[in-house]
């Protein structure tokens, strides 16, 4: 042991400048910004892996040694944070913790019209899912630099480089998906998670949630879903692969609509997006 820990004293000093930063994020898609902005200066790690529920979700053995040692920690709001991030602080009394909320507004989660469902506590949280507007992650990503550049101040002329190349990024993404949703005539769409609301607000869409309290709906509620959606002449119902589409796909057949499996924690955030415009599109094309 004493041995190691000379040697971990002695890498440190001659590591310095060398070695990436080490960042650790909630989920995939604040990894892809941290890895444009940071590029080979930055390893970045979501905890959350790839078709993993945010809102259950347990770092891993190995995730939590790595954390041990990482630069910094994004939050984002996602449940698994309430429970893991005082440990985790606990565990690397050094790490740094950056909130990617910084200077957003945040709306409340699944706001629906029907006032059914707004009995339900639940439906009062602020919705962790700020992503899926492009023009949020503009704000994330200045947070993100700012971060970087005071971590790390030799590269901060890289990170001031990439940060303009995504914000470049992020505003084409923008125009593409109001050019695809322009003279859109249904602007209402089913969801089983409601984790759309931000991309919906942004470009004047509506998101109906399936999902009752975080669950399945009951047989009662599924009937009053299917009668909105007849009424509402929804198409479309979007699931995503962490949750269950039993109940997307009822409604579906009910309604004689279409379900789309599509991820909003994908990694790879400019096809995601552009593909939830060119499904609600299409789709309205279709009928
Ligand atoms: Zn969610």
Known sequence: MKRLLYLFFFFIPLAQGAEPLHIFVSVLPQQTFVERIGGSH?????????????????????????????????????????????????????????????????????????????????????????WTNPLLVKQMAVTIETALADLDPAHAADYRANLAALTAELDALDRDIRAELAGLQQRRFMVFHPAWGYF?????????????????????????????ARREAVQVIFVQPQFSRKAAAQVAQAIDGTVESIDPLAADYFATLRRVAHVLAATAANQ
């Open 42 to 130: 930055v390893i970045a790690e979501a905890l959350v892996k790839p078709g993993a529920n945010p809102h259950t979700y347990e770092p891993t053995p190995s995730q939590i040694t790595r954390l041990a040692s990482a630069d910094l920690y994004i939050r984002i709001g996602v449940p698994f944070e309430t429970a893991w991030l005082a440990r985790i602080q606990a565990a690397n009394p050094q790490l740094k913790m950056l909130d990617a909320r910084d200077g957003i507004a945040l709306q409340p989660l699944a706001a629906h019209d029907d006032a059914e469902v707004h009995h339900d506590a639940a439906h009062s949280e602020p919705d962790p899912h700020i």
């Open 200 to 228: 919906a607000a942004a470009y004047g869409l509506e998101q109906i949630t399936i999902e009752h309290a975080g669950k399945e709906p009951n047989s009662r509620y599924l009937v009053t879903l299917i009668e909105q």
